[in-house]
């Protein structure tokens, strides 16, 4: 005599029907919160972990998600506009930007990213008690009003095409501008960084802008909260081999062995 199927076990409905919802549902999730775990779905989805790898494999044939061991990240993430960033984890924000902080000294040439957390370290460089002199190279209007009516720092604005969204400029002129300098640091914010795409953005200008400041500075430090590891975006910045040290409030094993310097800041 056949078993009625019950429901939350392995053996619930796997209809074609069935599958494609679920698959559309794992795919949102994705979207929602930038990596899933194959051993999570397959418990909410009453289904083994076979069937979940399988959905993951054919999202990843059709290009919307990078699998993972043991899981699946985002392949396109979307960055939230910067009035809503700043809110969000601002506490390990601040603890990453004192770590970064503590790199900067007197007579430096800094490129300061945009984003809510390379911002948060210009207001910790903004306090009167912050190394002085200091040059301050930034595509981020954020950035360089904190900066503009202080004689100890010469400030340079990387202008160009103006973004609303991330409130900083990007384009030819921007490159150019970062390009003409030299800097002892290149502090970059993090929209994603992966163990094999390495540092990656979701904006193609942003991405552009990035490489730059990587290519004209002495030493790179990713400023990256935990939410953006194992995650991966459209447009590549660099290798992990070309990043010197990351900043983080947490991390995966890997970064250990791949970059050179990974400083927890608590």
């Avoid at 549902?25 to 779905?41: D, W």
């Avoid at 009167?128 to 010469?154: E, G, H, K, S, Y």
């Avoid at 921007?174 to 993090?190: K, M, P, V, Y």
Wanted: charged residues 20%; proline residues 5%; aromatic residues 4%.
């Amino acid at each position: 005599m056949a078993h009625p199927k019950t429901p939350g076990t392995a053996q619930s409905d796997d209809s074609p029907r069935f599958a494609q919802e679920r698959q559309a549902r794992i795919a949102a999730t994705l979207r929602e919160q930038g990596r899933v775990e194959v051993s999570a779905l397959a418990a909410e989805y009453g289904l083994s972990e076979d069937t979940i790898r399988r959905d993951l494999r054919l999202l990843a044939s059709r290009g919307l998600v990078q699998k993972t061991h043991g899981g699946a990240v985002a392949l396109y993430t979307t960055a939230l506009p910067m009035a809503q960033r700043v809110d969000v984890r601002a506490t390990s924000k601040r603890a990453i930007a004192r770590a970064a902080a503590e790199r900067v000294h007197a007579h430096q040439a800094l490129f300061i990213d945009g984003g809510s957390t390379a911002l948060a370290l210009a207001q910790i460089l903004a306090a009167p008690d912050a190394p002085r002199p200091l040059t301050i190279i930034t595509p981020a209007f954020d950035v360089a009003a904190l900066f503009a009516n202080d004689p100890t720092v010469q400030l340079v604005l990387a202008g160009g095409t103006w973004s609303h969204e991330t409130r900083e400029f990007f384009g030819d002129q921007a490159q150019a501008t970062i390009r003409a300098h030299r800097a002892d640091w290149a502090f970059l914010g993090a929209c994603a960084l992966h163990q094999r795409a390495g540092l990656t953005s979701s904006l193609a200008g942003d991405a552009q802008v990035k490489r730059a400041m990587i290519e004209s500075a002495a030493a790179c430090a990713v400023l990256a909260d935990a939410t953006k590891h194992d995650m991966v975006a459209p447009y590549a910045v660099a290798d992990l081999r070309e990043i010197d040290l990351v900043i983080s409030d947490a991390g995966p094993s890997w970064l250990a062995g791949t970059v050179p310097e990974v400083v927890r800041a608590v």
